[in-house]
């Protein structure tokens, strides 16, 4: 934000505008001739052409606004930033997102299930300004796309990365569990919180997703699963991204809610059904609402003053007025 710290010089901007009336309005102001030399030509001077007019209209600019800048520098200009800086420490949370091919399933309409699970992770993401969040997106293998951090530019630009089969074509939510613990283990934040994403069975990887919730839960951290999907029959589409090839067809599965509901319990956590992408946001703020400490907060102000840089172009411009009528006009007076 732009302020002045002496804004009391403000108040002779209406003088240059008084100034310029007379100067260029004014009906009884009397008359100017501006006229370069070499139109000279022994007894007359040959007609204006409009190069010069349009010199002379760049030279009275340049005077005019150069007047202004010396105003404006008189009143202190500076550009204020404020800042909020944090006192407190905030949660350090983990999404792990399911990128199997069934996440393609097209029951959430207007969007597949991985699109919606990836919009309602980046609004979560926006609204979370002091937690550090990390994400893990698993298929048959499972992948570390984040560790935990406050740069959320640089969370929601690898959250654009994550891509349907990346991974495979299995799920193996223990592994996926496991990669989210192992990096907030060493966290010294005051609340450890794994979110996880999935429609799918536990198929692939070889750790339990039991057994990783009580390794989580023994290091506390809390997991909130959230399972993803209708029981109707759902069409489903997507692109392998290592062959580019097209799937298309019907998909009729379900997820394990038993297993997820003993993975919450398990880690002291909480257990959602998400069956549209309503649900979804619902179940997203649910948990933003309930993921909270308290937060200690000081406004820092910054000031630049631009002092220097206003003063340097404001002779530039009267400098440009003077070069333009005494060297290409080449007035005498």
């Known amino acids: 934000m732009w302020v002045f710290e002496a804004p009391a010089y403000l108040l002779l901007l209406p003088l240059v505008a008084v100034l310029f009336y007379f100067r260029h309005i004014w009906p009884d102001r009397g008359g100017k001739l501006s006229l370069p030399v070499q139109l000279w030509k022994g007894m007359s001077f040959q007609s204006s052409v409009w190069s010069v007019r349009f010199l002379y209209a760049c030279a009275t600019v340049g005077f005019w606004c150069g007047m202004v800048l010396l105003i404006l520098v008189l ?5 204020v930033q404020r800042e ?20 393609a ?84 934040a005051p609340e450890r919180v794994i979110v996880l994403l999935t429609d799918g069975i536990n198929n692939a990887g070889e750790i339990l997703p039991v057994t990783a ?9 809390r997991i909130y699963t959230i399972g993803i999907g209708t029981e109707q029959d759902a069409i489903i589409e997507f692109e392998n991204p290592h062959t ?14 038993a297993l997820l509901r003993d993975i919450a319990e398990i880690s002291g ?23 909270t400490v308290e937060r200690r907060v000081r406004i820092e102000v910054q000031r630049q003053p631009y002092h220097r840089e206003w003063m340097m172009l404001a002779l530039g411009l009267l400098m440009l007025d003077f070069l333009i009528r005494k060297w290409l006009l080449r007035e005498i007076l």
Do not use: C, W
């Not at 009143?75 to 550009?79: E, R, S």
């Not at 309602?120 to 969040?133: G, S």
């Not at 919730?213 to 951290?221: N, P, S, T």
């Open 75 to 79: 009143a202190g200009p500076a550009l």
């Open 84 to 103: 909020r800086v944090y006192l407190s420490r905030g949660i350090d949370i983990m999404f792990v997102l399911d990128e199997s091919p069934t996440m």
């Open 105 to 188: 399933a097209q029951d959430f309409a207007p969007d597949n299930r991985f699109e919606s699970a990836r919009a309602v992770v980046r609004e979560f993401v926006r609204r979370r300004e002091n937690d550090a969040i990390g994400l893990v997106s698993f298929a048959r293998d499972a992948a570390l796309r984040m560790p935990p951090t406050v740069d959320h530019g640089a969370l929601l630009a690898a959250l654009e990365q994550v891509r349907i089969m990346d991974l495979g074509d299995g799920t193996a939510i223990g592994n996926a569990l496991a990669v989210a613990a192992l990096h907030l283990e060493t966290s010294n």
């Open 213 to 221: 919730a009580r390794v989580a839960a023994q290091k506390g951290i």
């Open 244 to 257: 580019g090839r097209l799937f298309r067809g019907r998909f009729d599965g379900g997820y394990d809610e």
């Open 269 to 291: 956590g909480s257990y959602f059904h998400a069956g549209s992408s309503g649900t979804l946001q619902a179940v997203m703020q649910s948990i933003d609402t309930v993921e």
